[in-house]
């Protein structure tokens, strides 16, 4: 009993899966999600807060392959790259996958053709051991996929805060719309900004010197 909950709830019996379909809904283990997101994008990153939905149907063909129509729903948070404004990025996927038992007549043609080397081989088609299927690492990549490497603003529609703050005398950094490490960078840009723009009409020895 060493699986956690959220481990077996992606694992199917290949038994199980019949031809008119077997539906499946889970959280996609967030121990997994966190893994594959987190650190990724290096000095930024993602963070993954709330469980993230798996749903979709799984169908044995009566050839014995398992077609999976699965389906990730949820949020991450991310930092922008260029502007470090903390956004969140929608994970919505839909794909199906061709699983097949090893040993199978598709992974036996699979192994044949890598043997000869020079076939491009269909990325979509995974293989798994019977009796247990674990579709996990299959809906891992996919999310991996769903999330840029250079996350910006502009892939969630928003416009990043340190333009939007060009044009107005509040600088857009809304609170709570960056994160709090980057307060004082922001602070030495205002501290630097206010420097090389000249004091305004400030003449020499006009007012003070006098006093
Ligand atoms: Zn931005």
């Not at 709830?9 to 809904?25: H, Q, V």
């Not at 009566?62 to 077609?67: A, F, L, N, Y």
């Not at 009796?131 to 928003?158: F, K, M, Q, W, Y």
């Amino acid at each position: 009993m060493q699986s956690t909950p959220s481990a077996v709830a992606l694992t199917f019996k290949y038994d199980d899966i019949k031809p008119e379909g077997e539906p499946f809904s889970a959280d996609f283990p967030l121990d997994v999600a966190r893994e594959a997101l987190e650190g990724y994008v290096g000095e930024s990153g993602y963070w993954v807060e709330e469980p993230i939905r798996a749903s979709g149907t799984l169908y044995r063909t009566s050839s014995g392959e398992v077609i999976m129509d699965a389906r990730l729903k949820g949020r991450v948070r991310f930092l922008c790259v260029s502007c470090g404004a903390s956004r969140h990025l929608p994970i919505e996927t839909r794909e199906d996958f061709v699983i097949v038992p090893e040993g199978h007549a598709a992974a036996r043609v699979e192994e044949d053709l890598t043997l000869e080397g020079d076939v491009e081989l269909d990325p979509d088609v995974y293989t798994f051991t019977p009796p247990d299927l674990n579709v996990t690492a299959i809906l891992r990549e996919s999310l991996i996929l769903e999330a840029p490497l250079h996350p910006r603003c502009d892939a969630v529609g928003e416009v990043c805060v340190r333009y939007a703050g060009l044009s107005d005398e509040a600088p857009g950094f809304a609170p709570g719309g960056v994160d709090p490490r980057f307060a004082p960078f922001l602070a030495m840009r205002d501290a630097l900004a206010q420097k090389a723009s000249p004091p305004p009409a400030r003449s020499k020895g006009a007012g003070g010197d006098e006093s």
